[in-house]
């Protein structure tokens, strides 16, 4: 099946640092969303982008799906942002996504 | 628009006990699926359940089962419960399946005992 590996595992930021996240996946793929899970574990959707660059805010994201990878940008961070954000990736004709283990990243005030 | 809900949001279970869990999906959405998120793990794919039938299974056991409702609710039963089945339990809703961006609920958090 398809692998999606995420980089880095571990982030910490000062307020206002930006930052970038990889993900990288295994097989062509025909979705790609990215999320932003909170402390109490709800999946916050950020981008559906299988392919392409895409712009909400502070955030960014863009995928290479030719090259099977994908990246989130925050700009400014805020101690908002901080959580765990996952890529996950759908390629088959089931629709289930094969999420990555994730970037847990922490902003400090 | 009303988002995906879940329910219960906790729940404490002992070993060998059966659970079901609820999920009433986004309005216009006809798809659901369900995931497995261990702690410190990424959300693992259950199965997925389109016009009332089951469009796709992960790795889980036959113990796992499910139904979608002629309304697109859906229920995830789980029987003969082990301690390795703690964790967060999320479903997702998608206006078609396969290919549409899936929409989160809140999680229901199983803990057995």
């Known amino acids: 099946g398809i692998q999606v590996e995420q980089s880095p595992p571990d982030l910490i930021l000062q307020e206002g640092a930006n930052s970038t996240l990889r993900c990288n996946f295994s097989d062509s793929v025909n979705n790609l969303q990215w999320f932003h899970q909170n402390p109490w574990g709800q999946l916050i959707n950020l981008f559906y982008?299988?392919?392409g660059t895409k712009q909400n805010g502070r955030l960014s994201a863009t995928t290479v799906a030719t090259e099977r990878y994908s990246l989130l940008y925050i700009s400014s961070s805020q101690t908002t942002d901080s959580g765990v954000y996952f890529c996950a990736v759908g390629g088959g004709s089931q629709g289930n996504l094969i999420f990555g283990k994730g970037t847990k990243l922490s902003v400090k005030p | 628009e009303t988002g995906v809900t879940q329910s219960p949001t906790h729940l404490i279970k002992t070993r060998g006990q059966q659970v079901t869990l609820r999920c009433s999906s986004q309005s216009g959405h006809n798809t659901v699926s369900w995931y497995q998120q261990a702690l410190g793990q990424g959300p693992q794919f259950i199965f997925q359940?389109?016009?009332?039938?089951?469009?796709g299974r992960g790795n889980f056991p036959p113990r796992f089962s499910g139904l979608q409702f002629p309304n697109y609710s859906s229920e995830l039963n789980v029987n003969a419960l082990e301690l390795d089945d703690s964790a967060l339990y999320l479903c997702?809703?998608?206006?078609?399946?396969?290919?549409?961006?899936?929409?989160f609920g809140p999680g229901t958090r199983l803990l057995v005992l």
């Open positions: 997702a809703s998608s206006p078609l399946a396969g290919l549409k961006s899936q929409y």
């Open positions: 982008i299988p392919s």
């Open positions: 359940y389109y016009r009332e039938e089951e469009n």
